[in-house]
Each structure stands twice: as structure tokens, then as C-alpha cells.
């Protein structure tokens, strides 16, 4: 019995130092989850919304096994969802006459991948609307909500000229919203007559002001370029990338179907 004991106080202790980690686990794991701590003065319109956004345009292309062959032979990271695309286009069959077969075949320049570095909100990125009452003459508190007046169009970018724009693009579309989760897109619009229930109170002898912003992050980071080629000799294929660059790059991305209110009464 004496041998049972030690091994259960074995196990209690293994236990006891495997708990802090996997609480620690736990608690990064519901931080990736969480995404970006939004304050209350944002509020999704997306119901309100009167113009009708499509969903995010976000790269959700898996490799076929040929391209994963490919994308495991290459030194260098390939997340480009366009090349990805166009290696599942291609196909090469293995043939007992391919012997001595050899060519390389250039595939051109392209990004490759994108690393983030900084994802930061900006809740008044851009302000798309101004509610205003002059209560100046009144006698008492006079409510006011929020009511788009007229249909806005609100626009990111990217913040350098790069080759490929609408890749890049993608990539770090991509690399924000897994820290954010909140859908974003480089282009998205508030409709006109759009409207929100939140009463703001303008006391008497005061004019009321109710602004409306749309909100976006901007995202910064790495992006690496480099020229691909497809090596084939004999049966064997990978990807060999060359002349291998990279670039400091930004972009400002709208958050899509949401606004930041900001209320003011003054004299």
C-alpha cells in the first residue's frame, strides 16, 4: 500500500504544477476569442443598417494536395490567396516516361505573406453624420436620436503604393480580423434614413449636437515579396522563391456596419 501512496502523491503533485499552465492556456485562448475591447459609445447597425453590406471579403481558399506539396517545399511562407488559388489550378501527373524531365518555370513576382505587428482601433475614423437641435427657446429637455441624413460611403487603404494592391489587401484584411473580430472591409456604407434608438437629452437654453462616426483599425506591419518558380525534375516539383524583399506597410480598414456616437450640448 505504501507504493500506492507515493505514486497518488505523484499524481496530486504533476496536477498541481500543470494547473497554472492550463489555466493560462485557457485564459489566452479566450483573449483570442474576445478580439478588441469596443466601448460603449459604438454600437452595431447592422439590423438599422438601410444599405445593405455584402459580408467581408475574406480569403477562406484551402490548398489542394498538389499546392501543399508546393507550399511545404518552398523556404519561404506563401499565404498569398491568389497564388494558392492559381497553384489548385495546376496539376502535374506522375508518369513513368518523366525521367530526366526538367524544367523551371517562372510564375512572376508576387507578396507572399504578411506578418502584423500593430492592429490599433480608431472609433472616429471618419464622421458620416451630424443630428442638431437649437433647444435655445425651450423650456424643457428636448430628445433627439440618432437619423442618417443622406447615404455614406466609407473607404480604407492602403497606406504605400505596393504591386498587387488587392492582395496585399486581402492578407491583412485577414491578420486584423483574427486580432479584432469585428468584419471589416476596405469599403463599406451607411444608408441613408438609417436610425438608432438611443435618446440624447438637449437641456433648455442649449443646442444639441449628435455625431455620428464610422470606426477602423489600422494595421501595420511586414510584407515580404519575392519571385516564385515552379522546379519540376523528373517526378518531383516545388517551389523555389527568389530575390526575396520586404516592406513596411499600413492600411487603414473600416469597421463594417458600425457607428460611434458622440453627443454635445452647448450654448
Do not use: C, D, W
Given at each position: 500500500m505504501k507504493w500506492h501512496r507515493v505514486i497518488l502523491k505523484a499524481f496530486v503533485l504533476i496536477a498541481l504544477l500543470l494547473a497554472p499552465a492550463a489555466s493560462t492556456t485557457a485564459k489566452n485562448e479566450d483573449t483570442k476569442k474576445k478580439g478588441l475591447d469596443v466601448p460603449s459609445s459604438v454600437v452595431n447597425i447592422g439590423k438599422e443598417n438601410t444599405f445593405t453590406n455584402p459580408a467581408p471579403d475574406l480569403p477562406r481558399l484551402q490548398p489542394s494536395n498538389f499546392a501543399k506539396e508546393l507550399l511545404k517545399s518552398s523556404k519561404v511562407k506563401i499565404e498569398n490567396p491568389n497564388l494558392i488559388r492559381m497553384l489548385n489550378e495546376s496539376a502535374a501527373t506522375k508518369s513513368p516516361f518523366s525521367f530526366g524531365t526538367k524544367a523551371t518555370i517562372f510564375l512572376g513576382e508576387w507578396p507572399l505573406n504578411?506578418?502584423?505587428?500593430?492592429?490599433?482601433?480608431n472609433w472616429e475614423y471618419q464622421k458620416v453624420n451630424t443630428n442638431f437641435y437649437d433647444n435655445r427657446g425651450g423650456t424643457g429637455n428636448y430628445q433627439i436620436h440618432y437619423v442618417q441624413e443622406a447615404q455614406k460611403i466609407i473607404k480604407g487603404g492602403l497606406t504605400a503604393k505596393v504591386v498587387q494592391a488587392e492582395d496585399v489587401q486581402k492578407m491583412m484584411q485577414q491578420k486584423a480580423f483574427e486580432k479584432v473580430k469585428l468584419p471589416l472591409?476596405?469599403?463599406?456604407?451607411?444608408?441613408?434614413?438609417?436610425?438608432?434608438?438611443?435618446?440624447?437629452?438637449?437641456p433648455p437654453?442649449?443646442?444639441?449636437?449628435?455625431?455620428?462616426?464610422?470606426?477602423?483599425?489600422?494595421?501595420?506591419?511586414?510584407?515580404?515579396?519575392?519571385?516564385?518558380?515552379?522546379?519540376?525534375?523528373?517526378?518531383k516539383h516545388r517551389i523555389i522563391v527568389k530575390n526575396v524583399t520586404s516592406q513596411e506597410i499600413g492600411a487603414w480598414i473600416p469597421i463594417q456596419d458600425h457607428l460611434s456616437f458622440s453627443f454635445e450640448a452647448r450654448q
Open positions: 504578411y506578418k502584423s505587428e500593430e492592429t490599433t482601433p472591409a476596405f469599403e463599406t456604407a451607411v444608408g441613408g434614413g438609417t436610425k438608432h434608438h438611443q435618446v440624447y437629452n438637449i437654453t442649449r443646442m444639441g449636437y449628435l455625431y455620428a462616426f464610422a470606426p477602423a483599425v489600422h494595421e501595420k506591419g511586414s510584407l515580404t515579396f519575392g519571385e516564385v518558380f515552379l522546379v519540376m525534375k523528373g517526378s
